[in-house]
């Protein structure tokens, strides 16, 4: 039961995760060690699994929170004279552009509403005018809004051009459908604390093996190089830097959490069952979702926030935060909303007793209407 110490997290992460993920990690293991190494070496191969055909990817495991990792993929399988083309529809991919100017490296963008997902005959289009665009990046699930971006029709023109697609799958890896062999990537990054349900402290990219060997000396950093960090798994298999031992042995127990779950398909499953049961519960009360359900991803929900005067964010926060659940701020720029999650140890049932909670706190702060 969520209690007011111990909330119920209902956020794009950090997330709520099972105790034998936490517990997992009450163990010092030295780097070097062969019960760390053999734990690294079956993340790794797990990962790779979960996408890709193992024969022609790899998968590279870098410190730091997603972002990092977004960064390190970018640094490394963007050619010097290379041109990326970002798909832009959220902060997410607001961000990816940022990181590439500050690489220095040439960029351009397709940018569409935040409530509308990427126009892919408009990608189509780009890519037939610009030939020297060497990249597109995508963002699947654009956590912003909760956006379900077209990933499998990115992919397909993107293909068709014959150019690379590096994919921003942070917050859908591993609880919605991804493979490279029906969807062709060059790369796809994500995080141990997302839908993987392990603790935040390393991102991974699993990326085709050809185009990391082939990228010596690309990167414009030391730590972010992931060809370099691949290297020192493939020789020694030892990180480079001090690697986040727990952080890994967690994620280790969260993959073995998730294969006992059913892998992609049950890990979806359950998130699809939250995300139903939310965005139900919450439109009996009479509150609006900011996207239609057929652009809706099953990972967090943007709603509205209702329009009557005794509505504050901040106090139906706290009421919520008191009673044991924590909800997250919105990040439109357009209109006043907030955002509920539905990943991470959280089950159909405590949905349903979240809807309860917030009745009770609309009751209790004379909100007498939820609409917007
Ligand atoms: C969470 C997330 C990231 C990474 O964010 P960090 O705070 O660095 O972990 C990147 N892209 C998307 C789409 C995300 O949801």
Not at 4 to 22: F, I, K, Q
Not at 180 to 206: D, H
Not at 322 to 333: D, S, V
Request: hydrophobic share 40%; glycine share 8%; aromatic share 6%.
């Amino acid at each position: 039961m969520p209690t007011e110490s111990v909330p119920l997290l209902l956020t794009p992460g950090p997330l709520t995760t099972a105790s034998s993920t936490r517990n997992a990690m009450t163990v010092d293991f030295g780097s070097r060690d062969q019960a760390f190494i053999r734990i690294n070496r079956e993340v790794r191969q797990q990962l790779v699994a979960l996408c890709a055909d193992p024969a022609a990817y790899s998968c590279v495991l870098m410190q730091g929170s997603g972002t990092f990792s977004v960064e390190a993929t970018l640094g490394t399988l963007l050619p010097r004279d290379g041109k990326a083309l970002v798909l832009m529809n959220g902060a997410y991919g607001r961000r990816i552009t940022h990181m590439i100017e500050i690489m220095g490296r040439e960029v351009v963008t397709l940018v569409d509403d935040e409530t509308e997902p990427t126009s892919v005959a408009r990608l189509d289009a780009a890519l037939a005018e610009d030939p020297s665009i060497t990249h597109v990046a995508a963002v699947y699930c654009e956590t912003t809004t909760g956006m379900l971006n077209p990933i499998q029709q990115i992919a397909d023109v993107t293909a068709k051009h014959g150019r690379e697609l590096i994919i921003d799958a942070m917050s859908a890896f591993g609880a919605l459908p991804l493979n490279a062999k029906r969807t062709p990537f060059q790369a796809v990054v994500a995080s141990s604390n997302k839908c993987l349900e392990g603790v935040p402290g390393f991102g991974f990219a699993i990326a085709r093996t050809d185009a990391l060997e082939a990228a010596a000396g690309n990167c414009h950093s030391l730590s972010l190089d992931l060809h370099a960090q691949l290297r020192g798994f493939e020789n020694n298999a030892q990180w480079r830097f001090t690697p986040p031992t727990q952080v890994i042995a967690a994620l280790h127990e969260a993959l073995r959490l998730h294969h006992e779950e059913g892998g992609v398909e049950g890990r979806g499953g359950r998130y699809r069952q939250n995300c139903e049961a939310l965005v139900s519960g919450l439109r009996r009360l009479g509150f609006e979702t900011l996207l239609p359900d057929e652009l809706q991803a099953p990972i967090i929900v943007t709603l509205r926030q209702p329009a009557d005067p005794n509505f504050t964010f901040t106090r139906f926060y706290d009421a919520l935060r008191q009673r044991g659940f924590a909800i997250y701020p919105g990040k439109l720029t357009q209109a006043p909303t907030f955002r509920i999650g539905c990943i991470g140890q959280v089950t159909p049932r405590d949905i349903g007793r979240f809807v309860t909670t917030v009745a009770e706190v609309l009751e209790r702060q004379d909100i007498t209407s939820a609409a917007p």
